[in-house]
């Protein structure tokens, strides 16, 4: 399964993600998580330690590696270099691993005028379209509401592009954002979780002013998801009324795809 996590910023998608990618590990499967967010933070919510997160240097800074790889500097634009780099070892060498899990942070792709054509675009949209369309294991995909790492080689692997939502209408904005973005790009299959749920009223504003959309399911707000997060620990190892909810996230998504 590989899916796509997206959302208005403090909805908390990445949390989501985490929690999702957490949840897989537990049927058996190996997961690649990938950290497509400019604001980095999916490490902790998967449970990696902050000594473990200080090592890591987002692919996307890897100035020598890109250079090597795309045969050009990192930053320039429009200059010549290789549209086929290498990328297939990428994820083994540059991820963090516990078990069945591996995190790959990609970072920010630099803005070129009306669209970055930079070393760095091209690398990282190419492992992308290698992950999503060659690899096998589980895919976890935590992105910012834009969709800029992706382009259209790349989607045709995505199983489900997930919109994560609040009780807000500025976040059901984003998600109609997002629908179309993800259309354009040939995504069909979108969802919405709900998060941040304090009551049946909650449910129901999401429900009504997103019909056009399929809910998965519904995240009810906890302090202690708060809590978690000021301690630097993942929500999967200290909720358990949480990780139950995207347990139930989990297998309607599965049963969607299975009928699709």
């Known amino acids: 399964m590989k899916i796509a996590i997206s959302g208005k910023g403090g909805v908390g998608k990445t949390t989501l993600a985490g929690t999702l990618a957490r949840v897989i590990t537990e049927t058996g499967h190996k997961v690649l998580a990938i950290d497509a967010d400019p604001d980095a933070n999916l490490a902790s919510a998967l449970g990696f330690t902050s000594d473990e997160v200080a090592k890591v240097t987002p692919f996307a800074e890897m100035t020598d590696f890109i250079q090597e790889r795309t045969g050009?500097?990192?930053?320039?634009?429009?200059?010549?270099?290789?549209?086929n780099p290498q990328v297939d070892d990428i994820p083994e060498r540059f991820s963090l691993t516990r078990e069945n899990l591996k995190l790959l942070v990609?970072?920010?792709?630099?803005?070129?005028?009306?669209?970055?054509?930079?070393?760095?675009?091209?690398?990282?949209?190419?492992?992308?379209?290698?992950?999503l369309l060659q690899r096998d294991e589980s895919i976890i995909l935590d992105m910012e509401a834009g969709l800029e790492h992706l382009g259209?080689?790349?989607?045709?692997?995505?199983?489900?592009?997930?919109?994560?939502?609040?009780?807000?209408?500025?976040?059901?904005?984003?998600?109609?954002?997002?629908?179309?973005?993800?259309?354009?790009?040939?995504?069909?299959?979108?969802?919405?979780?709900?998060?941040?749920?304090?009551?049946?009223?909650?449910?129901?504003?999401?429900?009504?002013?997103?019909?056009?959309?399929?809910?998965?399911?519904?995240?009810?707000?906890?302090q202690e998801i708060v809590a978690?997060?000021?301690?630097?620990?993942?929500?999967?190892?200290?909720?358990?009324?949480?990780?139950?909810?995207?347990?139930?996230?989990?297998?309607?998504?599965?049963?969607?795809?299975?009928?699709?």
């Open 106 to 131: 990609l970072g920010t792709i630099p803005e070129g005028g009306g669209g970055c054509y930079c070393p760095e675009s091209v690398i990282l949209k190419f492992l992308l379209r290698h992950i």
């Open 152 to 222: 259209r080689g790349a989607t045709r692997g995505i199983d489900a592009f997930i919109v994560v939502v609040e009780p807000g209408s500025r976040s059901l904005q984003t998600a109609r954002q997002i629908r179309k973005l993800a259309g354009d790009l040939g995504i069909d299959q979108v969802y919405v979780v709900g998060n941040k749920i304090f009551s049946d009223d909650d449910r129901g504003f999401i429900t009504e002013n997103l019909a056009e959309f399929k809910v998965l399911g519904f995240i009810d707000y906890d």
């Open 72 to 83: 050009s500097r990192k930053g320039t634009y429009g200059g010549m270099f290789k549209l």
């Open 228 to 260: 978690a997060d000021r301690r630097d620990q993942a929500p999967f190892d200290v909720n358990p009324k949480m990780v139950e909810a995207v347990r139930g996230v989990y297998e309607n998504l599965s049963r969607e795809l299975a009928q699709s």
